[in-house]
């Protein structure tokens, strides 16, 4: 493997602003992404109070079905002492959703090894699974590469109620038969049939959305010592009852110090991540009907659609004796979070930061700091036959990145053309419209019906000048399928649609090609934290 860094144009204002203005995290953050803020954060952390004990008996009762490694163990018990937590969080995608969810966790992983070693105390990586998100359109599709082009294979089961990913069940058939049509089409290689086996083996196993994703990663991860926590998983729920009668408590506040906040955001143009407003409970409640949104009216907390209408007395009752009835919004989860665990950072992608940046004062309303924020690490996976197909153009990643390698198709397609062909079709085309026009001349006293007829003939034969025009494209194009297969390679693996790979392609595609030694071998990497995009040269 090799590893290169690429400085692309950041084209996210917030992102920008976030690697670049100090004036912009004082603003919106804590502690700017530097080293000086990790002594100053433990210090914070170490007069805080946590559950610990109870934190680490609900993290291994969720992850004992996945299976323990002796290093998950190890963070667990170090977590039920005095360690402190670099966390990150994803959907639970099919597939374990787009590589970017990976990416995420390497970062988890390396920042979490890092500060262990530069801070001298444990520091343990925990990956937290947004299993209360009830969006199953955003997780339910795989992208896989043909010809060129990104293809959506979307799983098809309907499900009538919004139940969060960790409630809901799929069916066992229809996910094995997805599966086998998706790990089709990456191709057959020596890896492909254990590889199938033991996602196949993950979809028996499991049930839920959930599940079958946290078993995908606890096996790429499991050397690593990775923790993971469902955030809908009901004794974590029990756990956080304390937690949400203070968001209950302190709910209209919250509101108040978002909404404003995400104005500020929002007069810098940086846009309304959360769409804040003030008479919101940034809390959900798990209706039969599933998960709908709680707002505050007249001191109670409602939702219009279902004609539910808590007091506040109710809900902090709910709260003690049915938290699982419970669940965070966009605006509470990461608060939730900061209570349940020591957070030294926090990895993030863009879309998360930016919504982040709204909290600021919702997390000193409950007596907290947020923790340092650390942008995930970007990065472009480049096999082995896309690195030749570079060579062999006198391309290089960047080069497709910016839309050169486009231009350039587009270029050597012109390139291509016969013009010497163009041009007797052309002059062929000149001359016929000469000649009808004559004969037009000739017959112009007659009926108008012998005008149509003229019309119509002349209208055929362009239609048929245009055919051979059409033929004689497409058999120079054959002619060069080659060369033109590989600019499709090069844009279809690297920037399909001229979005980065990560955020389609499912790492299973690579881990098909290069086999289950892959996610240890990106590990090894000495990757650096500094907001620029890695190549990997596989």
Same mark, same amino acid.
């Given at each position: 493997?090799?590893?290169?860094?690429?400085?692309?144009?950041?084209?996210?204002?917030?992102?920008?602003?976030?690697?670049?203005?100090?004036?912009?995290?004082?603003?919106?953050?804590?502690?700017?992404?530097?080293?000086?803020?990790?002594?100053?954060?433990?210090?914070?952390?170490?007069?805080?109070?946590?559950?610990?004990?109870?934190?680490?008996?609900?993290?291994?009762?969720?992850?004992?079905?996945?299976?323990?490694?002796?290093?998950?163990?190890?963070?667990?018990?170090?977590?039920?002492?005095?360690?402190?937590?670099?966390?990150?969080?994803?959907?639970?995608?099919?597939?374990?959703?787009?590589?970017?969810?990976?990416?995420?966790?390497?970062?988890?992983?390396?920042?979490?090894?890092?500060?262990?070693?530069?801070?001298?105390?444990?520091?343990?990586? /925990?990956?937290?699974?947004?299993?209360? #998100?009830?969006? *199953?359109?955003?997780?339910?599709?795989?992208? =896989?590469? @043909? +010809?060129?082009?990104?293809?959506?294979?979307?799983?098809?089961?309907?499900?009538?109620?919004?139940?969060?990913?960790?409630?809901?069940?799929?069916?066992?058939?229809?996910?094995?038969?997805?599966?086998?049509?998706?790990?089709?089409?990456?191709?057959?290689? /020596?890896?492909?049939?254990?590889?199938? #086996?033991?996602? *196949?083996?993950?979809?028996?196993?499991?049930? =839920?959305? @959930? +599940?079958?994703?946290?078993?995908?990663?606890?096996?790429?991860?499991?050397?690593?010592?990775l923790l993971f926590i469902d955030s809908a998983y009901k004794p974590l729920r029990e756990m956080e009852k304390n937690y949400f009668s203070r968001l209950i408590e302190h709910s209209s506040q919250v509101a108040e110090k978002v909404s404003a906040k995400e104005a500020v955001f929002a007069e810098n143009g940086y846009g309304s991540p959360i769409g804040a407003e003030v008479d919101a409970a940034n809390l959900f409640y798990v209706h039969e009907t599933g998960r709908v949104l709680l707002s505050r009216e007249e001191g109670h907390f409602v939702n219009t659609s279902t004609g539910l209408r808590f007091s506040e007395e109710e809900m902090q009752r709910i709260a003690h004796e049915e938290p699982w009835l419970l669940s965070n919004n966009v605006a509470t989860r990461p608060l939730m979070q900061d209570m349940v665990f020591p957070v030294l950072a926090f990895v993030g992608g863009p879309g998360e930061i930016a919504y982040w940046a709204t909290l600021k004062e919702a997390f000193h309303q409950l007596g907290m700091k947020m923790p340092i924020i650390v942008p995930r690490m970007s990065m472009t996976l480049v096999a082995r036959q896309v690195s030749q197909a570079l060579d062999v153009r006198s391309f290089a990643v960047e080069d497709v990145m910016s839309g050169e390698l486009f231009a350039a198709r587009e270029s050597f397609i012109d390139g291509l053309q016969d013009e010497h062909v163009n041009e007797a079709i052309n002059e062929t085309e000149q001359l016929l419209k000469a000649q009808f026009e004559k004969i037009a001349a000739v017959v112009k006293d007659d009926s108008a019906m012998m005008q149509g007829v003229l019309d119509k003939n002349l209208a055929f034969h362009k239609k048929q000048l245009d055919y051979l025009k059409l033929k004689s494209e497409e058999s120079i194009l054959l002619k060069h399928d080659a060369a033109l297969r590989a600019f499709g390679l090069l844009e279809g693996e690297l920037f399909p649609g001229y979005v980065l790979q990560e955020r389609l392609y499912t790492p299973y595609s690579y881990l098909n090609s290069y086999g289950p030694t892959l996610i240890r071998e990106l590990l090894t990497l000495p990757f650096e934290m500094d907001g620029k995009h890695k190549i990997v040269y596989l």
């Amino acid at each position: 493997m090799k590893l290169e860094s690429l400085a692309l144009p950041e084209s996210n204002k917030v992102m920008q602003s976030y690697n670049n203005d100090t004036d912009f995290l004082h603003t919106f953050f804590d502690y700017g992404n530097e080293e000086s803020a990790y002594p100053e954060r433990l210090q914070e952390l170490a007069g805080r109070t946590y559950e610990r004990t109870q934190l680490a008996d609900t993290i291994r009762s969720f992850m004992e079905p996945f299976g323990l490694s002796d290093r998950a163990r190890q963070h667990i018990n170090e977590l039920a002492e005095d360690a402190v937590a670099v966390v990150g969080g994803q959907q639970a995608g099919i597939l374990t959703g787009p590589l970017y969810s990976v990416h995420k966790a390497i970062t988890v992983i390396l920042l979490a090894k890092r500060k262990r070693e530069a801070l001298g105390v444990p520091v343990v990586p /925990v990956f937290w699974v947004a299993g209360e #998100d009830h969006d *199953l359109n955003e997780i339910n599709h795989v992208f =896989t590469q @043909t +010809g060129g082009q990104a293809v959506k294979n979307q799983y098809r089961e309907k499900f009538i109620l919004k139940t969060m990913a960790s409630d809901t069940v799929y069916d066992t058939d229809k996910l094995t038969a997805f599966v086998k049509e998706v790990v089709s089409k990456f191709g057959e290689t /020596v890896y492909t049939s254990n590889l199938l #086996d033991e996602v *196949l083996t993950a979809v028996t196993q499991e049930k =839920t959305f @959930t +599940g079958f994703f946290v078993r995908l990663m606890n096996g790429l991860f499991q050397d690593e010592g990775l923790l993971f926590i469902d955030s809908a998983y009901k004794p974590l729920r029990e756990m956080e009852k304390n937690y949400f009668s203070r968001l209950i408590e302190h709910s209209s506040q919250v509101a108040e110090k978002v909404s404003a906040k995400e104005a500020v955001f929002a007069e810098n143009g940086y846009g309304s991540p959360i769409g804040a407003e003030v008479d919101a409970a940034n809390l959900f409640y798990v209706h039969e009907t599933g998960r709908v949104l709680l707002s505050r009216e007249e001191g109670h907390f409602v939702n219009t659609s279902t004609g539910l209408r808590f007091s506040e007395e109710e809900m902090q009752r709910i709260a003690h004796e049915e938290p699982w009835l419970l669940s965070n919004n966009v605006a509470t989860r990461p608060l939730m979070q900061d209570m349940v665990f020591p957070v030294l950072a926090f990895v993030g992608g863009p879309g998360e930061i930016a919504y982040w940046a709204t909290l600021k004062e919702a997390f000193h309303q409950l007596g907290m700091k947020m923790p340092i924020i650390v942008p995930r690490m970007s990065m472009t996976l480049v096999a082995r036959q896309v690195s030749q197909a570079l060579d062999v153009r006198s391309f290089a990643v960047e080069d497709v990145m910016s839309g050169e390698l486009f231009a350039a198709r587009e270029s050597f397609i012109d390139g291509l053309q016969d013009e010497h062909v163009n041009e007797a079709i052309n002059e062929t085309e000149q001359l016929l419209k000469a000649q009808f026009e004559k004969i037009a001349a000739v017959v112009k006293d007659d009926s108008a019906m012998m005008q149509g007829v003229l019309d119509k003939n002349l209208a055929f034969h362009k239609k048929q000048l245009d055919y051979l025009k059409l033929k004689s494209e497409e058999s120079i194009l054959l002619k060069h399928d080659a060369a033109l297969r590989a600019f499709g390679l090069l844009e279809g693996e690297l920037f399909p649609g001229y979005v980065l790979q990560e955020r389609l392609y499912t790492p299973y595609s690579y881990l098909n090609s290069y086999g289950p030694t892959l996610i240890r071998e990106l590990l090894t990497l000495p990757f650096e934290m500094d907001g620029k995009h890695k190549i990997v040269y596989l």
